[in-house]
């Protein structure tokens, strides 16, 4: 979740690489995957799609045990308010989701009334 991502974690991210346009999105999934790499579009082994990727600079280093690095991935699934307005998420958002253009290398950053889209109050 994005609340469980820290800066600390993620301060050695030089560049976000964004697969589509993100102003059109209300929000983005967010999670830190091991990947082989340090740079580079990763694998992606979820339902629905990958819209962006943290590169990280020559100075991250690889995991001891495992020789991967922790990145990371912008995500979203089926059942999300981009392909879904009035489904699960058409007001609220999930708990790893933050407004993509809070989004910068090295900050996590967070969620917004465009990303929580809350429910609009009836005219009276």
């Known amino acids: 979740m994005s609340s469980l991502i820290s800066d600390d974690e993620i301060h050695h991210e030089v560049d976000l690489i964004w697969l589509e346009d993100v102003t059109e999105l209300d929000y983005v999934r ?6 082989p790499t340090r740079r580079g579009k990763p694998a992606y082994h ?6 962006g990727y943290a590169q990280l600079g020559p100075q991250a280093k690889p995991s001891r045990s ?13 059942h999300d308010r981009d392909t879904a307005p009035e489904g699960l998420y058409a007001t609220g958002a999930p708990a790893e989701a933050v407004d993509p253009t ?5 900050s996590k950053g967070r969620k917004t009334d465009r990303s929580e889209k809350p429910t609009q109050a009836a005219d009276t």
């Open 102 to 106: 809070t989004l910068v290398p090295g």
């Open 30 to 35: 967010q999670s830190l995957d091991r990947l």
């Open 66 to 78: 495992s020789g991967t690095f922790r990145r990371r991935v912008f995500w979203l699934l089926p």
């Open 46 to 51: 979820r339902d629905g799609r990958l819209v």
